[in-house]
C-alpha cells in the first residue's frame, strides 16, 4: 500500500488506512477514489497529490 | 537583438513562486513539454505549502521541514528554468521584456503572479518595527525563532488568519490576546452565532479577546510590549503579531500602467490590459473577483495553463468553500456572494452551528458550518451556485 501527499497543504493520504471520516474505506487504493473527491484540509483535487516515494 | 515578431520563440515568463506560479508551471507542463519557461522569484524559490504557515506549530514543523521540495528539484519537474532572488523592478509591454534585477528579459507572455502582502499597521511609538508578520516561510522562521521561551503573544486581527495563528499558539500553551475591531471574529465571513461560538471555543482553549477595539500604539516597556487600544485599555505582551489582512501585490503592473482596481484587473480570460500579461493568484482581480484563497488560486492556474497551451479558456469558479484551520472549532464557509439577496436562518446545538443563506424562492446560495455540522459540507457544497459561472 502506498502514500500520497496532497501537494497544497501537506496532508497525507495512506491507503492502509483510507480515511473512513470521508467514507473512504481503509484499503481503498488512490486511483480508486471518487473523482470528485477533495482534499479534506484544503478543499483541492485528487489531481494535487502526488505519490510519496518512501 | 531579437526583432518584435520573434517575440513567440521567446520564454513564457511566471513572475512569483507561490502556489499560483508554481501550479501554473506545473499545470502548463501537463499540455505543453516544449516551450520555453521561465520563473522569476523574489523568494528562494523553494516549493512549500503557504497554508500550512498558521498551523505548523501543531504540525511540529520548522521553516525548513516546511521545505516540500528545493528550486532544484521545481527546475527539474517543471523543465523549467528558476531564478530566484530577483525582483522584478520594471515591465515594458510593449518590448515584451522585464527589468530583473539587472538584466532585461524576454517574454512571449508573462504572468503576474505576485501575490499579496500583509497590511502594515504604522502605529505611534517606538515598538511599531517590532511587530511581526508572517506571510511567507521566511518570515515565518523569523517569528518561530522570536517566540521560543516566550510566554505571551497578542495577535492584532481578527479575521481567518489571526483566528488561525491563535489557535496554533494556544496549542503549544502560549497566551493569546487577540486584539480586533469586529464584534466577533471572522465578521466579513460568518454570521453572529458561527462567530460567537469560534469566540467561545477559542476562549474555552485559554484566548483572551479584545474586540471591537483598534491598536492606536505600540510601546517597548522593559523586555516587553505595549500596546495601546483605542478604549485607553492596554495590553502588554512578549511578541506581537500583526494579521490584519493582505493587500494585492499591484505596484508593478500600475507602473507598467496596466489596469488597477484592488487587484490587477483582468477578464474572464484572466488577460490584463495588456494582450499578452495575464494576472493569476492573490494578485489579481478577474470578472471582478479577488480572492485570496486556495481553491480560486487552483482552478485559475488550469485555465490558464490551457490558454497558455494554445485554447483559449474562460475562468470558471465552482462552489469554494473555505475551511478555517482552527481545531478548538472547525468551520467551513460558503460565503454568499457580495451581492446575493436573502437571508440566514440558523440552527445550532452549542457549538455546532449550521447557517444557510436562502433567496426567496428557498434557493441556497451560501452556508457556514462549525464543529460536528461541518460534515454536511459535500452535501451543501453541491447544491450552491458557482461562484463564477
Known sequence: MRKWQCLVCGLIYDETLGMPDDGIAPGTRFEDIPDDWACPDCGVSKDDFELLEE | ?389
Open chain 2, 1 to 389: 537583438m531579437a526583432p518584435k515578431d520573434e517575440s513567440a520563440s521567446q520564454p513564457i515568463i511566471i513572475v512569483g513562486s507561490g502556489l499560483a506560479g508554481y501550479t501554473l508551471a506545473r499545470e502548463f507542463r501537463k499540455l505543453n513539454q516544449d516551450s520555453h519557461l521561465s520563473i522569476v522569484t523574489a523568494d528562494d524559490g523553494v516549493f512549500y505549502s503557504k497554508p500550512m504557515l498558521s498551523n505548523a506549530l501543531t504540525a511540529k514543523k520548522n521553516a525548513a521541514q516546511l521545505a516540500m521540495k528545493t528550486p532544484q528539484q521545481m527546475e527539474q519537474e517543471l523543465a523549467a528554468t528558476i531564478i530566484s532572488e530577483t525582483s522584478v523592478s520594471a515591465i515594458y509591454p510593449l518590448k515584451h521584456r522585464i527589468k530583473a534585477n539587472q538584466d532585461y528579459l524576454h517574454y512571449s507572455y508573462l504572468v503576474l503572479a505576485l501575490g499579496a502582502e500583509p497590511v502594515r499597521l504604522k502605529l505611534p511609538g517606538n515598538a511599531s518595527n517590532a511587530i511581526y508578520s508572517v506571510n511567507d516561510r521566511i518570515d515565518y522562521k523569523r517569528f518561530q525563532d522570536a517566540i521560543v521561551g516566550q510566554k505571551h503573544i497578542a495577535i492584532i486581527g481578527d479575521g481567518l488568519i489571526a483566528c488561525e495563528f491563535a489557535n496554533d499558539l494556544l496549542n503549544q500553551n502560549y497566551q493569546v490576546s487577540i486584539i480586533g475591531p469586529g464584534p466577533k471574529p471572522l465578521n466579513r465571513l460568518l454570521p453572529t452565532p458561527a462567530g460567537d461560538a469560534l469566540k467561545q471555543a477559542l476562549e474555552s482553549i485559554g484566548a483572551k479577546w479584545y474586540l471591537e477595539k483598534s491598536v492606536v500604539s505600540a510601546n517597548h516597556q522593559a523586555d516587553q510590549i505595549s500596546l495601546g487600544l483605542s478604549d485607553g485599555s492596554e495590553v502588554v505582551s512578549d511578541i506581537v503579531l500583526s494579521a490584519v489582512g493582505l493587500r494585492p501585490r499591484t505596484k508593478l503592473a500600475e507602473e507598467a500602467e496596466l489596469e488597477i482596481n484592488r487587484g490587477i484587473v483582468c477578464n474572464p480570460y484572466m488577460e490584463t490590459s495588456d494582450r499578452d500579461i495575464y494576472a493569476l493568484g492573490d494578485c489579481a482581480e478577474i470578472a471582478g473577483l479577488n480572492l485570496p484563497f486556495v481553491l480560486p488560486i487552483m482552478n485559475g492556474a488550469r485555465t490558464l495553463a490551457k490558454t497558455l497551451a494554445g485554447e483559449r479558456t474562460r475562468l470558471t469558479y465552482p462552489a469554494m468553500p473555505i475551511a478555517v484551520k482552527t481545531p478548538a472549532l472547525p468551520i467551513i464557509v460558503s460565503p454568499p456572494a457580495a451581492d446575493a439577496k436573502g437571508e440566514w436562518t440558523i440552527e445550532h446545538d452549542g457549538q455546532n452551528v449550521k447557517c444557510l443563506f436562502e433567496n426567496e424562492t428557498g434557493e441556497l446560495l451560501g452556508f457556514a458550518l462549525t464543529g460536528s455540522c461541518c460534515g454536511e459540507k459535500q452535501a451543501l457544497s453541491k447544491l450552491v451556485p458557482m461562484v463564477l459561472a
